[in-house]
């Protein structure tokens, strides 16, 4: 596993090096588009020799179901700017039909049309939906319609591969789970005069609560939600559900392919027990298991989150209330989960023209950093401006088109974000990040998924129950030690080991066909 992942980094420095990170060497769009858009001019050009009928003609318009809890308040004015570029460039125009993780399923099962979808791994579900037939098999012809998309991804295209084909195109992003406190800095190194390392444990933590609670008696330095501290489970592989897992702490030994109850993963027990302790001693609000918002209004010192070294998108104060620093405490882990964070996959049902479409337009995506970053940020001016070799927002851009970046194409593709002109982001992030994989714990099941169509009754069984105290476990309300010796009678009742064995039998069986 080991010299794969090596080979695939190994690669992954060329992607990087051609995927638009122009901005390692220049310091205004002014002076790297040209080049970039030169490229991808050679690249439309032979397209259009190889593909006249394609190019000729009124655009062709695509359906794109784009995944966000809402519409950008700017959305027409920047769609619009992008529009003006694809058509131009490859004949090519989209709308875009944002829904979220409840509207995808429905709208998906109910047969509506689309022409490219996002999908993921918790969200439109793409090894589920390519199992079941609704995306496009690219397999045969991704290379010939879009040669330099091709080569942009590789070698990475087995994350939108099932069963041999390929099904989706992987927007390259952060690929291993890495989880981060994130810390006023104002308060722990401006008042305390402390330095906040690089990487904590999660015990770490204990000393820094106890100080900010000393000078804040009434207040709660991790308060938190109903969801507790994001990122936790990030600690091992999900199997089934939430409760059957591996840990990646066992990853590269004889361990790393047997699945075990959630209680029996004692690095995330002792996150379990020590956010009890913390809850006893005042240190989360006691009402957090009941919670359900956590805005920025409430200025705790401490939250957490999933994101990649030399990440800056928490650090504007003008958003979060004060500067914030991050110190890792999980990762990065690696497994076809985490490696599946945004994919764009095309619609079995769609024609053939459009499919060639969509490849031309992810090609795009990955070629041409001007157009990358217009639908990454917006427009240039308005809601970002360039500043040595990085994207700064302005306050127009941060309320009127404010988007993850991965929702609408590969993160590697676009320039990375400054907080200000204080605090700058590395323009080199991206194969630094890439980098630091090498040293990431990389998952032994090769990308299994579970079949849970002939235990769906037990597991219905089990999720009720593992619902029903959840949000009382990660929020540090209720013993865990106790709970789980209780939670594990009931859920042996309902059938854990009739699904624990069945998983493993799976699992056993798919690395042996892998072999």
Not at 323 to 350: C, D, H, M, W, Y
Request: proline share 5%.
């Amino acid at each position: 596993m080991k010299k794969r992942l090596a080979l695939i980094l190994a690669g992954a420095f060329i992607v990087l090096a051609a995927c638009g990170k122009t901005e390692q060497s220049t310091t205004t769009q002014a002076d790297k588009a040209p080049e970039q858009d030169a490229k991808t001019e050679e690249t439309i050009e032979q397209a259009a020799e190889e593909n006249p009928a394609e190019d000729l003609g009124e655009p062709i318009h695509l359906v794109w179901w784009v995944y966000d809890e809402g519409v950008p308040k700017d959305l027409d004015k920047v769609l619009q700017k992008a529009n003006e570029i694809s058509a131009e460039k490859i004949g090519v125009t989209v709308e875009m039909q944002f829904k979220n993780e409840e509207q995808f399923p429905l709208d998906m099962t109910a047969g509506e049309y689309y022409d490219m979808t996002f999908a993921c791994d918790w969200c439109n579900d793409f090894d589920d939906n390519a199992r079941l037939g609704y995306f496009y098999d690219i397999t045969d012809m991704v290379q010939e319609t879009a040669p330099e998309l091709y080569k942009a991804v590789d070698p990475w295209w087995e994350i939108g591969t099932l069963n041999d084909r390929i099904y989706g195109v992987p927007m390259l992003k952060d690929l291993g789970a890495e989880v981060f406190f994130r810390l006023n800095s104002d308060y722990y190194e401006g008042e305390k005069g402390m330095t906040i390392p690089e990487d904590m444990t999660f015990e770490d933590l204990e000393p820094l609560l106890e100080m900010w609670k000393k000078d804040n008696p009434d207040g709660y330095p991790l308060y938190m939600g109903r969801h507790g501290l994001s990122g936790m489970d990030s600690e091992h592989e999900t199997i089934v559900s939430s409760y059957l897992v591996i840990p990646y702490s066992k990853a590269g030994t004889p361990e790393g392919t047997r699945i075990i109850p959630i209680w029996e993963d004692e690095d995330y027990m002792n996150m379990l027990r020590c956010l009890h302790r913390w809850y006893e001693k005042g240190y989360i609000n006691p009402d957090a298991a009941t919670t359900t918002e956590f805005p920025y209004s409430i200025l705790a010192p401490v939250r957490t989150g999933t994101a990649w070294t030399g990440y800056m998108g928490w650090s504007d104060p003008e958003a979060v209330g004060f500067n914030v620093k991050l110190s890792r405490f999980i990762g990065p882990n690696i497994s076809r989960a985490t490696e599946q964070g945004a994919l764009f996959a095309i619609n079995a049902a769609a024609p053939e023209e459009n499919v060639k479409a969509c490849l031309r337009y992810m090609e795009l995506l990955y070629t041409d950093v001007t157009f990358r970053d217009i639908l990454a940020y917006g427009i240039e001016g308005e809601h970002f401006n360039y500043y040595e070799g990085t994207v700064i927002r302005t306050s127009e851009g941060s309320e009127g088109y404010l988007m993850d970046n991965f929702v609408t194409g590969p993160s590697i593709s676009a320039s990375v974000v400054s907080a200000s002109k204080e605090l700058m982001a590395d323009p080199d992030q991206w194969t630094k990040v890439y980098e630091g994989y090498k040293n990431a714990k990389q998952s032994d099941t090769r990308g299994f998924s579970f079949n849970a169509e002939n235990t769906e009754a037990e597991i219905a069984a089990m999720d009720a129950l593992w619902n029903s105290c959840y949000y009382d476990l990660v929020t540090g309300t209720i013993d865990p030690d106790a709970k789980m010796e209780e939670l594990k009678g009931l859920m042996e009742d309902a059938g854990l080991l009739t699904v624990q064995d069945e998983a493993q039998k799976q699992l056993d069986e798919y690395l042996k066909s892998m072999e």
